[in-house]
């Protein structure tokens, strides 16, 4: 029932910037903690950046200074603006969100299938 559908990879020149978006829809009761996880290939997901519903920020050393994520909760939305990229930036980027789909449940991760962001040198 929940989705999560990412939107804005491509590819992009070393130094440029590219913007990624994610809509959350579906039977939603409420969504927590929302971010950007990234996989190369041969490598781990790793977590790139989170937000949570009170603004709270978090980010990967490696992205630090250059990416900045933001949420619009009332249109269950997260988005990370990639400037200053660097080829290691290179990898798949899933969004996440931590939903609770009704009042009487727990919460439980949900997940994008990803969006291929390649960057060039």
């Known amino acids: 029932q929940v989705q999560l559908v990412e939107s804005g990879g491509g590819l992009v020149q070393a130094g440029g910037s590219l913007r990624l978006s994610c809509a959350a829809s579906?039977?939603?009761?409420?969504?927590?903690?929302m971010g950007w996880y990234r996989q190369a290939p041969g490598k781990q997901r790793e977590l790139v950046a989170a937000?949570?519903?009170?603004?709270?920020?978090n980010y990967a050393d490696s992205v630090k200074g250059r990416f900045t994520i933001s949420r619009d909760n009332a249109k269950k939305t997260v988005s990370l603006q990639m400037n200053s990229s660097k080829p290691e930036d290179t990898a798949v980027y899933y969004c996440?969100?931590?939903?609770?789909?009704?009042?009487?449940?727990?919460?439980?991760?949900?997940w994008g299938k990803g969006t291929l962001v390649t960057v060039s040198s």
């Open positions: 996440h969100a931590d939903i609770q789909i009704n009042w009487w449940g727990g919460r439980g991760d949900y």
């Open positions: 937000v949570t519903s009170g603004g709270t920020t």
């Open positions: 579906g039977t939603i009761f409420s969504i927590n903690a």
